[in-house]
């Protein structure tokens, strides 16, 4: 497991985790954090220092781009996939702004993941 | 928002509503508005409150046995905990109004309307909405029971 490359799932949503989990150790990733919210999520990134994130929008406390803003300010060059149930536009203008590359509608396929999780982490 | 507008909004919900059942708990939706609850049973309402829409709140109630289905269905294993059926039925209702509201504001460039986190309500409260509060109701029937989703001004 060691040369494994490192996940962080941040997601209100224990059913997400659980899937996320499943398909990320499917795939030869190891997940190695999960967080309920933004503020835990944010303390574990400073503790984990993950290869990837996985990254929910719409949760309680601090939602997904106040989350990704803090990231950013700890590592500039976090590689963050978003999955979200939400498209705004408002929103999606403020992740492209932060960085975001790979953005994902929920309910997502287990190759969308893979694929932006492989593309964010192959040159790592 | 004036009424034709939530009208409209509900009907994206609907649409979103019937696709996230196929590709998420893999069941076919039938709306039935000539069904009814029996308010006797033990229920569980989850709600969303739609930010920047005046105060409209959508919420989803089922009875419990169709939760536990819901998951279930979600999951594909048996759940005993209510906690964990509570956040598999609660992700369901999010993923469904979070697409229902981002295909209504792509179509209606004036409006963004955001759906803040889910959260289960009090039945009494989800009682008080429907009788005071309730815009417009849709009932569906499907394989894993009956669902209830609700379009209605928040509580003053």
Redesign the interface.
Known sequence: MGNNKTVLIID?????F?ILKKMFENNGFEVVGYAESGYKGLEMYKELKPDLVSLDI???DLDGVETLRKIRKIDAKAKVIIL????????RKELVDLGVVHFI???FEEAEIISAAQALTTAL | MKNEMYEDLLDYIDESFVEVAEKLIGTTVTKNNSLEFDSEKDFVSVLVELQRSNSLVLLMTVEMATAKNIAEAMNLESFESELEIIDYVSEFFNTFCGKGTSDYNKENAFCNIHVSPPKVIANQLAEELIRNEMLRSNFYTSRLGAIRLILSQSRK
């Open positions: 209100d949503s224990a059913f997400i659980k719409t949760m309680p979200s149930a939400t498209d705004y536009a408002d929103v509608m929920k309910p």
